[in-house]
């Protein structure tokens, strides 16, 4: 499956998607949700708390391992998506739909910084080999 | 994302590593979709798809397993039974009908658990031991050992030539017998934890799943025929991933989590294994008298929303205790898991378990989780 190019993404397998508003919408990739397996548990970040770049701010959680997802800008955060509490699978059925919190960027610049699709396939194929 | 806590090795996946171990059907996992993890240096499928569904299969169907990795040892010559009195925790005293096995600890002298094992009972010249695959190099030497003491006329040998393949489930005796009709009139009569010797096929009726089912070890040259020969049939191959979850839901011990060289048998929950009453000496026996244990292994079931892992710190009314295995049971669809913690603690008593930077509530349930497709455990 490839990688949406309207959306851009982070080395640590997160998507992030620039909304109408001016918010943005996070989520983990295909690869990610595939090394991960059936997913059974999503937490995602308070609305309203800061984040830095980077930071760790919600978990996913297979049957098999737990990840942490990182933000992937600054920002404030603004919704998370509460469908995941029932339907965590989801994630793994829809990784491009089944979002799991949206922010607001402090830099609209940083959001295009991050990795375009072909730059993120690369990243996966490294990881690959 | 990042690898938080990682069961099997999340991030050791390889599409080719030549360092690694293979079992004789890699190139039989690979072929039928497998996910392949590096698993204790062996190249081992993870599952084929979903776990879940892999898990829920072998409850209520029947799947296989490859168990090639682990590993086969004969134990032969006069005496042998006496040894294994000695070797071992459990009594091989217990086991007399021929076939018949006999789960046990193998202890170190002060005590530690070296290994957990099944001997089966074929004469009093033959005891077959089936020992796990990271272990199994330690564990023949200290057999070769404590043999060249206590009964040197012993031969103890890794049956490298041979491979195993679990087949679990409700159906699963069925489809072996489907594929093996010939093995059928001397296993149809088998009871839980026994075995019969069919020549080429040495058929047990164990497993690791709390499922009924066989163990079969076989020829490596024909294990990769019997595999194919099993799924033409309908029986699908299931993954590491599930087998963890099927045997964590049956209260099996896994070793290296829930027990290990620096922690006994009786604070792992195998104080059912251990024969301290009869006057038989055997390793390890006196250190156990000499240190009554002042932990116990008992089920948890989460509670609040969250999953529970291996290492997560227990806190209870008694004093602090620690997770040794813990994961999302499919059949209760909560997280369930296994911990040591004080003695203290009861059956029914809520207990608090730091997950990240929270404290969630898990009641402590007596164990297995789950058996024979159904949850066996009530809150």
């Not at chain 1, 990688?3 to 690869?31: C, F, M, Q």
């Not at chain 1, 090394?35 to 800061?50: C, I, N, Q, S, Y």
């Not at chain 2, 021929?98 to 005590?111: E, N, T, V």
């Not at chain 2, 003491?149 to 699963?172: C, E, F, K, Y």
Request: proline fraction near 4%.
């Amino acid at each position: 499956m490839s990688n949406p190019s309207d959306l851009r993404y982070t080395e640590s397998h997160e998507w992030v998607k620039s909304d109408a508003d001016g918010t943005i919408t996070i989520g983990i990739t295909e690869h990610a949700q595939e090394l991960l397996g059936d997913m059974v548990f999503v937490e995602a970040p308070a609305v309203g708390r800061k984040l830095k770049a980077k930071e760790e701010c919600a978990v996913v959680e297979s049957v098999k391992a737990a990840a942490d997802v990182y933000a992937p800008v600054s920002g404030e955060v603004v919704a998370a998506n509460s469908a995941l509490d029932g339907s965590p699978e989801n994630i793994n059925s829809d990784p491009y739909g089944a979002w799991i919190f949206k922010m607001k960027p402090d830099n609209a610049a940083d959001v295009a910084a991050l990795l375009d699709a072909t730059a993120y396939q690369a990243v996966v194929d490294s990881e690959a080999h | 994302m990042g690898a938080r806590l990682c069961g099997l090795a999340l991030f050791h996946l390889k599409k080719a590593n030549m360092t690694l171990k293979t079992t004789p059907l890699n190139a039989a996992h690979r072929a039928m979709g497998a996910k392949m993890v590096d698993f204790g240096g062996w190249d081992m499928p993870v599952n084929y798809g979903s776990q879940i569904e892999e898990h829920h299969q072998v409850r209520n169907d029947c799947g296989m397993f490859d168990v090639c990795h682990m590993r086969v040892v004969d134990a032969k010559g006069d005496g042998v039974r006496a040894f294994l009195r000695y070797l071992l925790a459990n009594n091989a005293d217990k086991i007399t009908l021929p076939g018949k096995a006999l789960y046990s600890a193998m202890l170190r002298p002060d005590g530690g658990v070296i290994d957990d094992l099944i001997i089966y009972f074929m004469s009093e010249q033959w005891f077959r031991i089936v020992v796990n695959a990271g272990t199994a190099d330690k564990d023949i030497a200290w057999m070769k050992q404590q043999a060249a003491v206590h009964a040197p006329g012993l031969t103890i040998t890794s049956r490298d030539d041979l491979a195993m393949v679990a087949v679990q489930g409700p159906n699963a005796r069925a489809k072996v017998w489907q594929v093996l009709p010939q093995t059928k009139a001397a296993t149809e009569g088998l009871v839980n934890f026994q075995a019969a010797d069919c020549g080429e096929y040495f058929v047990a009726r164990t497993g690791y799943t709390g499922e009924d089912g066989f163990e079969v070890m076989l020829p490596k040259e024909k294990v990769e025929a019997f595999w194919y020969a099993l799924n033409k049939v309908g029986v699908k191959p299931i993954g590491l991933g599930a087998r963890d979850t099927l045997r964590l839901e049956a209260g099996m011990n896994l070793y290296g989590q829930d027990m290990d060289e620096t922690v006994g048998p009786l604070e792992s929950g195998l104080g059912w294994t251990v024969d301290l009453k009869s006057e038989r000496d055997f390793i390890g026996k006196a250190a156990l008298l000499a240190n009554p244990p002042s932990k116990k292994l008992v089920g948890l079931v989460l509670l609040d929303r969250g999953v529970l892992r291996g290492h997560q710190k227990v806190v209870t009314a008694h004093g602090a205790g620690e997770i040794t295995s813990g994961s999302f049971s499919p059949t209760l669809e909560k997280s369930i898991a296994l911990a040591r913690v004080p003695n203290g603690v009861q059956i029914g008593d809520t207990v608090q378990v730091e997950i990240r930077d929270k404290m969630l509530a898990a009641q402590v349930v007596k164990y297995p989780f789950a058996r024979n497709g159904k949850a066996v455990c009530s809150l």
